[in-house]
């Protein structure tokens, strides 16, 4: 379970930039449950991963994952139960480490034993059978550097990565937006199979409304650091993009004619 209770988070205080990127934001979040996040520009999404994820400390409030209050443990410390992937297809491996170096070093991550026995024989044979799976054909390919995959091949290479590390938390921060439709439907689909696999507790930033409601069990909205919707089961399986952009103008009173970033599909 992921609780947040009464979190602020402020960039910049004290300085003529600050900016309140979280306002008292609670949530609590059940174990397993796959919980998709959308709001309009600058809402606060990229931060609310950042509190979980342990780059954002809050300035008020606590934060707990399962048993553990890790309000203040930063992103090290939460390696092996937090796992993270970004938009940028290169931002969450080395692009001049081969896939099964990405892999060992994912692996490793939080632990202190060297690359070098990681890639073990028996280590490069799990690597290659994790890969074998993505069915992209890059388990002929392990010592080719991360750098030469597309875009979509290094979402779905991180997408493992991330599961390297044994998380039980998995964070999404619009990692099919860079995407071609075809390909970011396949890192879709493979996201819903590791998720349900590993029975991962999964929050997933989204601009796409469509996605927001086609995957996961429950969809939040911020807006100016607030969770302005929370919505799961029926009332959420009978909400189609027309709605939640309806609910949206309801709840703010406002129009979202010239929010171009919040995109019906
Ligand atoms: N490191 C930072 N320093 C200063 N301000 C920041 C920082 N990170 C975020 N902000 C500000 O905090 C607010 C929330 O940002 P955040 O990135 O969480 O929004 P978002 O909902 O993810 O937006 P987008 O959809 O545009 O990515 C914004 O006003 C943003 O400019």
Redesign the pocket.
């Known amino acids: 379970m992921i609780s947040l209770d009464n979190v602020h988070v402020v960039?910049?205080r004290g300085t003529p930039l600050e900016?309140k990127?979280l306002s008292g934001v609670s949530l609590t979040i059940k174990e397993g449950a796959f919980t998709t996040v959308i709001?309009s520009?600058?809402?606060?999404?990229?931060?609310l991963l950042g509190v979980l994820a342990g780059d954002v400390i809050p300035v008020e409030g606590s934060v707990r994952i399962g048993d553990a209050d890790v309000t203040k443990l930063p992103t090290a410390a939460r390696a092996g139960r937090v796992a993270r992937v970004f938009q940028d297809p290169l931002a969450g491996s080395c692009g001049a480490l081969s896939i099964e170096e990405n892999l060992a070093l994912a692996h490793k991550r939080g632990q202190r034993r060297g690359l070098k026995l990681a890639l073990s024989h028996s280590r490069r044979k799990l690597f290659r059978e994790r890969i074998a799976e993505l069915d992209l054909g890059l388990e002929n390919r392990m010592t080719d550097r991360m750098a030469m995959l597309s875009g979509g091949q290094r979402q779905a290479v991180s997408l493992v990565m991330a599961m390297m590390a044994g998380c039980d938390v998995l964070l999404l921060d619009e990692h099919t937006a860079a995407l071609d439709p075809g390909m970011a439907e396949f890192v879709m689909k493979l996201t819903e199979k590791i998720v349900g696999a590993n029975k991962l507790t999964t929050l997933m930033?989204t601009?796409s409304m469509r996605q927001a409601l086609d995957y996961g069990n429950r969809t939040i909205m911020?807006h100016g650091g607030e969770i302005v919707l929370d919505v799961e089961g029926n009332n959420r399986r009978n909400l189609d993009v027309e709605d939640l952009i309806d609910m949206f103008r309801r709840v703010r009173g406002q129009t979202l004619d010239d929010d171009e970033?919040l995109i019906a599909e």
Do not use: D, I, Y
Not at 41 to 47: C, I, V
């Open positions: 960039f910049g900016k990127a709001g520009n600058g809402a606060g999404k990229s931060t930033v601009h911020l970033l």
